[in-house]
């Protein structure tokens, strides 16, 4: 946040702190441009005019540039009409005419001045620049530690949000890993019944088929009963089945078994 509001300071406070120094490097650079306007129009010969012609409008352009930046628009223009006039000396070809355009330039020097002391005084002191500064830092440190709080609050309903849904999510898991062990108990359960029906079933099958095989002999000594086995299974078999899917298994059995011993026999009441 510190660093917020050093930065909107800077932007803040700098421009306006910085405008009397623009104003001062303003009237100073329009001294120098006087300065050398004078020389250049004191001149005795076209080559010094033109010397000091060019000083000037260095001078001149750097003004012109300060004023723009101040606000100064009379001075910005003054400083233009001022440079133009140094320009056109330069391009003369004779000391007569260039010392005109030079002694144009060198009576616009104290407008120039004027105009740019005038812009500073009624543009405030730099005590003024810093008490608005330094409101405008203190706004911008109040509406950046709003910021800040805001986004905390936000923060932290994120993260109770986040607490409540990992509440949540334990409990969803918690449920899954009783449920799942209430099944497989279940399924223990139900698997040892299937077993228990399974070795009774078979055992049961077993000595129907042996009685149907004494049975079958009985009537006619040759006679052989034609034993199935299919009922016998591994406990395996049971891994993917109800214990209601087992009982069925035994019941479907024991009733092919019975059908083909009835079938069987049918032969021998015919005979």
Same mark, same amino acid.
């Given at each position: 946040?510190?660093?917020?509001?050093s930065?909107?300071?800077?932007?803040?406070f700098?421009?306006?702190a910085n405008?009397?120094?623009?104003?001062?490097?303003?009237?100073?650079?329009?001294?120098y441009?006087?300065?050398?306007?004078?020389?250049?129009?004191?001149?005795?010969?076209?080559?010094h005019?033109?010397?000091?012609?060019?000083?000037?409008i260095?001078?001149?352009e750097?003004?012109?540039?300060?004023?723009?930046?101040?606000?100064? @628009?009379e001075a910005?223009?003054? =400083?233009?009409? *001022?440079k133009?006039?140094?320009?056109?000396s $330069?391009? #003369?070809? !004779?000391? @007569?005419?260039?010392?005109?355009? =030079?002694k144009? *330039?060198?009576?616009?020097?104290?407008?120039? $001045?004027? #105009?740019? !002391?005038?812009?500073?005084?009624?543009?405030?002191?730099?005590?003024?620049?810093?008490?608005?500064?330094?409101?405008e830092?203190?706004?911008?440190?109040a509406v950046?530690s709003?910021e800040?709080?805001?986004?905390?609050?936000?923060?932290e309903?994120q993260?109770?949000?986040?607490?409540i849904?990992?509440q949540k999510l334990q409990q969803?898991?918690?449920?899954q890993?009783?449920?799942?062990?209430?099944f497989?108990a279940?399924?223990?359960?139900?698997?040892?019944?299937?077993?228990v029906?399974?070795?009774?079933a078979?055992?049961?099958?077993?000595?129907?088929?042996?009685?149907?095989?004494e049975?079958?002999?009985?009537?006619?000594?040759?006679?052989?009963?034609?034993?199935?086995?299919?009922?016998?299974?591994?406990?395996?078999?049971?891994?993917?089945?109800?214990?209601?899917d087992?009982?069925?298994?035994?019941?479907?059995?024991?009733?092919?078994?019975?059908?083909?011993?009835?079938?069987q026999?049918?032969?021998?009441t015919?005979n």
């Amino acid at each position: 946040m510190k660093r917020i509001a050093s930065i909107l300071f800077l932007l803040c406070f700098i421009p306006q702190a910085n405008a009397q120094n623009l104003y001062e490097d303003a009237l100073t650079a329009a001294s120098y441009a006087y300065s050398h306007s004078k020389k250049a129009h004191g001149a005795n010969n076209v080559f010094h005019t033109q010397e000091y012609a060019d000083k000037a409008i260095e001078a001149l352009e750097k003004v012109e540039a300060l004023a723009d930046k101040c606000g100064c @628009e009379e001075a910005n223009e003054t =400083a233009y009409e *001022a440079k133009t006039n140094m320009v056109s000396s $330069l391009d #003369q070809d !004779t000391y @007569e005419r260039s010392r005109y355009y =030079a002694k144009q *330039a060198k009576d616009l020097g104290p407008k120039l $001045l004027e #105009q740019l !002391t005038d812009c500073q005084a009624n543009n405030g002191s730099s005590e003024s620049y810093v008490v608005d500064a330094v409101s405008e830092e203190e706004e911008a440190i109040a509406v950046a530690s709003e910021e800040v709080a805001q986004k905390q609050k936000e923060l932290e309903e994120q993260r109770r949000q986040l607490a409540i849904e990992q509440q949540k999510l334990q409990q969803q898991i918690a449920e899954q890993q009783k449920a799942q062990a209430a099944f497989e108990a279940q399924r223990a359960e139900e698997l040892k019944e299937q077993t228990v029906v399974k070795a009774k079933a078979e055992q049961a099958l077993q000595k129907l088929e042996s009685a149907l095989q004494e049975l079958s002999i009985a009537f006619d000594d040759e006679s052989i009963f034609e034993s199935q086995k299919d009922y016998l299974r591994s406990e395996n078999d049971l891994q993917n089945e109800t214990l209601n899917d087992t009982k069925s298994f035994y019941v479907n059995r024991a009733k092919e078994l019975t059908k083909s011993a009835m079938q069987q026999f049918a032969g021998y009441t015919e005979n």
